[in-house]
Antibody, heavy 119, light 110 residues
């Protein structure tokens, strides 16, 4: 069971970037996926979550209206489209698998992260 | 918006017991906040330790346990090992699909 993020890089303030999170070793289409970020030297910040079928999505106040989550279950991939980027969006972005509903709420499998630098 | 608060740092002797706590500014923490705990070593992604208050994730040693103590969620390490020295984050579900992390507790084992 593995998640791999990609798409990070450098971008100017006001620019856009799309991150990808690809799952393998499990039934990707059965699980919700979270995005969590970590600014340099700082703690974890929950960013967003999308349900297993893409029918619902939720965002942190800090990114709502600028970031959009989507998924393509045929490609086992979740996306994070980031628009109007700010310097404070600079962080390592992790995707993490949501727990099955019967297990409650939280994450169990984490990717290694991809770095976004806004400057 | 609600804020999740953790002790910035704690220390424990090898073999000792330590409890980390997780407080929610807006209300007492309950099982409906589904408290979860994550461990992060330097340069590594987080690792899930505990979810839904007190369920250990696969492969997590039983010296780690979760609970609710009074108004807070708690992570207790019984018989701390030197490899437990890292940062611990709690996360709480606060409703409407939103989750919040605490700022993390840096645990020193010495």
């Amino acid at each position: 069971e593995q998640l791999v993020e990609s798409g990070g890089g450098g971008v100017q303030p006001g620019g856009s970037l799309r991150l990808s999170c690809t799952g393998s070793g499990f039934a990707f289409s059965n699980f919700g996926i979270h995005w969590v970020r970590q600014a340099p030297g700082k703690g974890l910040e929950w960013v967003a979550v999308m349900s297993y079928d893409g029918s619902s999505e939720f965002y942190a106040d800090s990114v709502r209206g600028r970031f959009t989550v989507s998924r393509d279950n045929s490609k086992n991939t979740l996306y994070l489209r980031m628009n109007r980027l700010r310097r404070e969006d600079t962080a390592v972005y992790y995707c993490a698998r949501d727990l099955p509903p019967q297990d409650g709420y939280g994450m169990d499998v984490w990717g290694q992260g991809t770095t976004v630098t806004v400057s | 918006q609600a804020v999740v608060t953790q002790e910035p740092s704690l220390s424990v002797s090898p073999g000792g017991t330590v409890t980390l706590t997780c407080d929610l500014s807006s209300e007492a923490v309950s099982i409906y906040n589904y408290p979860s705990w994550y461990q992060q070593a330097p340069g590594q992604p987080p690792r899930t330790l505990i979810y839904t208050t007190n369920t250990r994730s696969s492969g997590v040693p039983d010296r780690f346990s979760g609970s609710i103590l009074g108004r807070k969620a708690a992570l207790t390490i019984t018989g701390a090992q030197t490899e437990d020295e890292c940062v611990y984050y709690c996360m709480l579900y606060v409703g409407n699909g939103i989750s919040l992390f605490g700022e993390g507790t840096h645990l020193t084992v010495l």
